[in-house]
């Protein structure tokens, strides 16, 4: 089971996964899908070492027909060296598996959906914590007033009255 903790960094929030299995696996970064990206490109890279393991154990019957039809006989180099336009593809090329691209920092991953951040609820309630306000650079959904005044409860209870007065007017 992997858990995401968010802990104080030096310079903000930091995103910690780690592993109940494996107490010494931690992997950490400032923002929560380049964490989880992470962990998915590392899942990505084992699968693709154990399928290339996989694949040099087994021979392949291509090359079990070629060394069972002609075990000596060297291919002759104009076979392999060609100086034409023609296309040869010797098959030693045209076999390889291509690797895994590595996208984004996210790999398409929603960091704050994976640890329940997006969930409007839980961004409703983080919203109207103490010191909420003093995030400069967060755009408020659902706390419009800028009231440092308010207790959280009186804070969240605004918002939720919002919510009804939207819901009447869409009604009507």
């Known amino acids: 089971t992997f858990t995401t903790q ?27 899908s380049k964490v989880w990206g992470q962990l998915k490109q590392m899942w990505l890279d084992l699968e693709e070492q154990q399928t290339a393991k996989k694949q040099a154990q087994q021979p392949t019957i291509d090359n079990t027909i070629k060394a069972a039809s002609n075990p000596t006989t060297p291919a002759p180099p104009s076979a392999t060296n060609s100086n034409n336009n023609s296309k040869n593809v010797s098959p030693s090329t045209s076999n390889k598996s291509t690797p895994t691209k590595k996208k984004g920092s996210g790999h398409g991953i929603s960091g704050p959906q ?4 997006a969930h409007t609820d839980i961004k409703r309630v983080l919203e109207c914590m103490p010191n909420a306000l003093k995030c400069v650079n967060y755009k408020f959904k659902y706390r419009m007033d800028k009231d440092e005044k308010l207790t959280s409860k009186k804070a969240f209870k605004k918002t939720l009255k919002k919510k009804k007065d939207k819901n009447k007017n869409k009604s009507n």
């Open 114 to 117: 994976k640890i329940g951040l």
């Open 6 to 32: 968010i802990v104080r960094g030096d310079s903000g929030p930091l995103f910690q996964i780690t592993c109940s299995d494996d107490p010494e696996f931690k992997l950490s970064a400032k923002n929560p």
